[in-house]
Nanobody, 123 residues
Framework: QVQLVQSGGGLVQAGGSLRLSCAAS????????MGWFRQAPGKEREFVAA???????YYADSVKGRFTISRDNAKNTVYLQMDSLKPEDTAIYSC?????????????????WGQGTQVTVSS
């Protein structure tokens, strides 16, 4: 069993930055692909970014060049650095972990989910 606990998020003005963290406990973190997803009100959950245990990285086109995903296996933590935030980035962000080798955007590849955290970007 893997437990994921998120921190970070909040309210920021457009153009600002936030960093989300997701700390894992349980099975070896280094063997898991980790991803970030988000869900805006009235919309489906969408993929944001992922990093495989091979260190492969994959971003959604909507965040490429603005968001950076990274992992620190020594701290069992994955981060999402969000820069140049836009109002359309407003959503609940959730981290996820799955025993998958490469970065993946498919929610079915993830077995464990964080509790979600609100990110609100004002215009």
């Amino acid at each position: 069993q893997v437990q994921l606990v998120q921190s970070g998020g909040g309210l920021v003005q457009a153009g600002g930055s936030l960093r989300l963290s997701c700390a894992a406990s349980g099975r070896p973190f280094s063997a898991y692909a980790m991803g970030w997803f988000r869900q805006a009100p009235g919309k489906e959950r969408e993929f944001v970014a992922a990093v495989g245990w091979t260190a492969s990285i994959y971003y959604a086109d909507s965040v490429k060049g603005r968001f950076t995903i990274s992992r620190d296996n020594a701290k069992n933590t994955v981060y999402l650095q969000m820069d140049s935030l836009k109002p359309e980035d407003t959503a609940i962000y959730s981290c996820a972990g799955g025993k998958y080798k490469y970065a993946t955007s498919d929610t079915s590849d993830y077995d464990y989910w964080g509790q979600g955290t609100q990110v609100t970007v004002s215009s």
